[in-house]
């Protein structure tokens, strides 16, 4: 397409310029969703957000790719890289609207190491834009005998996706996860696609091939079935040459 010169026009000349050029949508009722450019009319692109429960994709990524006797940074992955690469695996025109990250927060008193590592990983983490839902970690008495734990990080997804989803913040969400606990909350929301022409829902898995000779080979991902159709909600399934190209090896224990 070409543009017209800018050249000795004055800053509101140039606005109502590119006005006439690429003209919104909303102005045109029953186009809505559209937009126009150089006469066509291009549908708008579809406004993803990407919501990951962070200790569960990390978990589930060192059991499809690594050893347990491999370091702890073997799982890590950038958020935003794996937004980024579940954007391409769709032909729709789509634009990445927000990443969220959910996860449990350690005690700055009782494991300062663990705390001031997960600070270094969130300040990376944000520093891309990304936005990190945090809530601290339960310590059981006979802690550090017995692990650490989370508590509320799958509510906090599930409220976000069904209240966003309500307010229809987005087009499509991907939830990266294989938590069964959270398929209240996807059920309730692909009832509001499919019977309110509300936003879709889609979910992201690993599949792996489990080198760990004490890891059984099962694939796992989470599954939201039309009772009408039969058919399923749609999984990325990442493999490990893509999931190579996300991780992230930053050893955030260093200062």
């Known amino acids: 397409m070409r543009y017209p010169p800018f050249g000795g026009l004055s800053a509101l000349d140039r606005l109502g310029t590119i006005q006439r050029v690429i003209r919104p949508a909303v102005r045109f009722g ?20 990407v919501l990951i429960d962070g200790q569960n994709c990390y978990n589930d990524a060192r059991r499809a790719f690594h050893l347990r006797s491999d370091p702890a940074e073997r799982g890590q992955t950038s958020p935003l890289e794996l937004a980024q690469l579940l954007l391409t695996q769709s032909r729709e025109r789509r634009v990445l609207d927000s990443v969220r990250v959910y996860r449990g927060q350690p005690s700055n008193k009782r494991a300062k190491r663990s705390y001031a590592r997960a600070r270094r990983q969130r300040a990376a983490w944000e520093a891309d834009g990304v936005v990190v839902r945090e809530r601290p970690l339960k310590y059981p008495r006979d802690w550090p005998r017995e692990r650490e734990y989370e508590k509320g990080i799958d509510v906090a997804l599930a409220t976000d996706l069904v209240f966003h989803c309500a307010q229809r913040s987005f087009d499509r969400a991907i939830v990266v996860s294989t938590d069964t606990d959270l398929l209240p909350a996807i059920e309730i929301s692909c009832d509001q696609q499919r019977n309110h022409d509300g936003p879709w829902i889609e979910v992201m898995s690993w599949y792996g091939t489990f080198p760990d000779p004490a890891e059984q080979l099962t694939r796992k ?8 159709t039969g058919r399923d909600i749609w999984c990325h399934w990442i493999d490990e040459a893509k999931y190579q190209s996300v991780q992230d090896l930053t050893d955030y224990n260093a200062p």
């Open 221 to 228: 991902r989470l599954s939201c079935k039309d009772k009408a």
């Open 30 to 49: 029953a186009l809505a969703g559209f937009y126009f450019c150089g006469g066509k009319a291009l549908a708008q692109p579809k406004r993803v957000w």
